[in-house]
């Protein structure tokens, strides 16, 4: 059975910190996705991992994809307060397998 | 303007009543699927459609139906809701199987007392 476990699953922070969320999952995909969740919203696609050694990056976020490991990871840098969200991982099988997702706050 | 749209947003509804949820996507999109979310427990996959008529369980079919008799269309329905189904819905799609869901509905709030 797939498994997708992402922590911290909460994490409160000072703007200006760098951190890092991680989600390690239990097949041998090598599709996996993060997505943004706002309070009360829909979810936004953020990154899509699709080979070993995969690194994307949009402003202070980074994810990366180590498919021999079964990790991701999603690094933040220099946090501002805009990015506090949930944040959650997701990974392709046959089906799709979220994480319980890692709600960010930061703080001013 | 590309995207997937949900109906009702915010359904309260009694123990058995049966209910449809729709969900239009205009992106032309053949892979579609429907979630729950609940506190605690992330999103779970309920069903997804890899195009017309093809429709297959996710992690929590129990209690729901599907169809996909058009490609931009993918209601759920639940015959007989119970108070478990209480949950947050979305729908979302994607080019195929092998891309990410790009595009998320709006969500549903539903409540059944």
């Known amino acids: 059975e797939l498994k997708v476990e992402q922590n911290p699953l909460f994490l409160s922070m000072q703007e200006g910190k760098n951190y890092t969320i991680y989600c390690d999952y239990s097949?041998?995909?090598?599709?996996l996705y993060w997505y943004r969740q706002d309070p009360g919203k829909s979810l936004e696609s953020l990154f899509v991992?699709?080979?070993?050694?995969a690194v994307k990056q949009e402003g202070r976020l980074m994810a990366s994809l180590d498919t021999k490991a079964r990790l991701s990871t999603l690094h933040i840098t220099a946090a501002v307060h805009d990015l506090s969200a949930t944040y959650f991982c997701?990974?392709?099988?046959?089906?799709?397998?979220f994480g319980k997702g890692t709600r960010l706050h930061i703080l001013p | 303007e590309a995207q997937v749209t949900q109906n009702p947003r915010y359904l309260i509804t009694v123990t058995g009543k049966k209910l449809t949820v729709t969900c239009s996507q205009n992106?032309?999109?053949?892979?579609m699927s429907w979630y729950r979310q609940d506190p605690g427990l992330g999103l779970r996959q309920i069903y997804y459609?890899?195009?017309?008529?093809?429709?297959d369980k996710g992690d929590v079919p129990e209690g729901y139906k599907v169809s996909r008799k058009e490609k931009r269309n993918f209601p759920l329905i639940l015959e007989s809701p119970s108070p478990n189904q209480t949950s947050l819905y979305f729908c979302?799609?994607?080019?195929?199987?092998?891309?990410?869901?790009?595009?998320f509905g709006q969500g549903t709030r539903l409540t059944v007392v």
């Open positions: 979302a799609s994607s080019p195929g199987q092998g891309f990410p869901e790009a595009f």
């Open positions: 097949t041998t995909s090598d599709r």
């Open positions: 991992l699709l080979s070993n050694g």
């Open positions: 997701a990974v392709r099988d046959d089906k799709i397998i």
């Open positions: 992106m032309n999109h053949e892979y």
């Open positions: 459609s890899m195009n017309v008529e093809v429709t």
